[in-house]
């Protein structure tokens, strides 16, 4: 399936939800390719997976922010492919940083630049230790066994939507409990 009709498939997707994240991150070794960028060099094209890069367009198209999070000990060459890839311009946040570190660093980074709340972020990574910790800060998380695709962006964004509707009710539940425990309070000073 070429880049364009992986867009298209990805526009209807994403048109089927209401509830959209504001921002989709990506881990980059065995999410967006196929590869582990220390067992490559600078000089080599490299590729991405089938669906990536046409899903990464329709995100775009669609107005919503992408960012990378990326632990890689060869910080430089997951750069250059990144660059070789023409995907760099993409992306609002591109925290590729030695693997010593913890995703949640990127995560921190990311909200820092670009002030997006953790549960407005969907997240795909291929390891599991990843999708357990940053979830933890809110995020909905998606565990990728072949890298991005279609199977794994609807899954995402159901996952999304399903997150971002519970926790909408449980912020109503606390504002109908607030303003009923302020009604009784009020009552009682008159």
């Known amino acids: 399936m070429g880049e364009e009709k992986v867009k298209e498939e990805a526009m ?8 959209l994240p504001r921002l989709v991150v990506f881990d980059l070794d065995y999410t967006l390719w196929p590869f582990y960028c220390e067992c490559r060099s600078k000089r080599e094209m490299p590729s991405m997976y089938p669906h990536a890069k046409g899903i990464l367009h329709a995100l775009k198209d669609k107005g919503i922010d992408i960012a990378v999070a990326s632990r890689s000990p060869t910080a ?3 750069n250059t492919f990144v660059d070789k890839l023409s995907i760099k311009s993409m992306f609002v946040a591109k925290e590729i940083f030695p693997s010593w570190t913890n995703k949640t660093d990127h995560f921190q980074r990311i909200h820092s630049r670009t002030r997006v709340p953790y549960n407005s972020m969907l997240f795909f990574d291929d390891e599991n230790r990843n999708i357990q910790a940053v979830s933890k800060m809110g995020v909905t998380s998606i565990l990728v066994g ?8 609807r899954q995402g964004l ?11 009710k449980n912020k109503q539940k606390w504002i109908t409990k607030f303003s009923q425990n302020s009604n009784s309070s009020e009552n009682k000073q008159k």
């Open 12 to 19: 209807q997707i994403l048109g089927m939800f209401q509830v």
């Open 146 to 153: 072949n890298g991005v695709n279609l199977g794994a962006l």
């Open 158 to 168: 159901t996952e999304f939507a399903e997150n971002w509707n519970a926790s909408q």
């Open 76 to 78: 430089d060459i997951a």
